[in-house]
């Protein structure tokens, strides 16, 4: 089955500084790839994702990137705000339907004022 | 509110006990799941209904014995649970198993076994 790596586990930044969180993913075969962001006493929303058959998709100061060949996708937060502080899931699946997803265990950010 | 709702927000429980956690959606989703969270592992999956026939059942113990009545609702019914049963249990739905929209999660419900 699918396994889905995630790193780092904790990412501290200063607001304002840009922040990476980086997956890797086992099956060549998984082409849907969402990021969720949980934050405390909350489930995980759904932020941004992306299909294989794109490299990039932005959406404001976020940003994903995929590179297949490697297996391997990253989430980039730009102008980092303090709200962003979270943890941040990604997630794979090998179906077009974009379900049955397995996550990475998941990447606690923290933004300093 | 995500639309979809999970009670209680906080169960306790002892390992005699019998006890279920509730999900409901009004999203039009027909497919919903269960995942457990624990503290730094990853989200497991446990059970995924699609338009009410459930469709996974990942190697959970059967003191975990989920229902799904109709495709709004979702159960867990749990009993004989035991102490590294403690976690989040969250719900979530999907429009079905084959539209790739992501899922929308339930805040979940932080169950303790003592």
């Known amino acids: 089955g699918e396994n889905v790596e995630q790193h780092p586990s904790t990412l501290s930044v200063q607001e304002g500084d840009s922040a990476v969180i980086k997956c890797t993913y086992s099956d060549s075969a998984s082409n849907y790839f969402p990021w969720y962001k949980q934050e405390l006493g909350k489930g995980p929303q759904l932020i941004i994702d992306i299909r294989s058959n794109v490299g990039e998709k932005k959406d404001q100061r976020i940003a994903v990137t995929l590179n297949k060949t490697a297996k391997h996708f990253s989430l980039h937060i730009t102008e980092t705000q303090p709200e962003d502080s979270a943890v941040y899931f990604c997630?794979?699946?090998?179906?077009?339907?974009?379900?049955?997803?397995?996550f990475g265990g998941g990447t606690r950010l923290m933004v300093k004022p | 509110e995500t639309g979809v709702t999970q009670t209680p927000r906080h169960l306790v429980m002892g390992m005699t006990n019998k006890k279920s956690l509730k999900c409901e959606q009004h999203l039009g989703h027909n497919a919903m799941y269960w995942y457990k969270q624990s503290a730094k592992k990853p989200l497991e999956l446990m059970f995924v209904?699609?338009?009410?026939?459930?469709?996974e059942n990942n190697s959970v113990p059967s003191r975990f014995s989920p229902e799904c009545p109709n495709s709004s609702h979702l159960f867990l019914h749990l009993h004989t649970l035991q102490p590294e049963d403690s976690a989040l249990y969250l719900c979530?739905?999907?429009?079905?198993?084959?539209?790739?929209?992501?899922?929308?999660f339930g805040s979940g419900t932080r169950l303790t076994v003592v």
């Open positions: 209904y699609n338009f009410k026939e459930q469709t």
């Open positions: 997630a794979a699946s090998r179906d077009n339907a974009g379900n049955m997803l397995t």
């Open positions: 979530a739905s999907s429009q079905d198993l084959w539209t790739g929209r992501g899922y929308t």
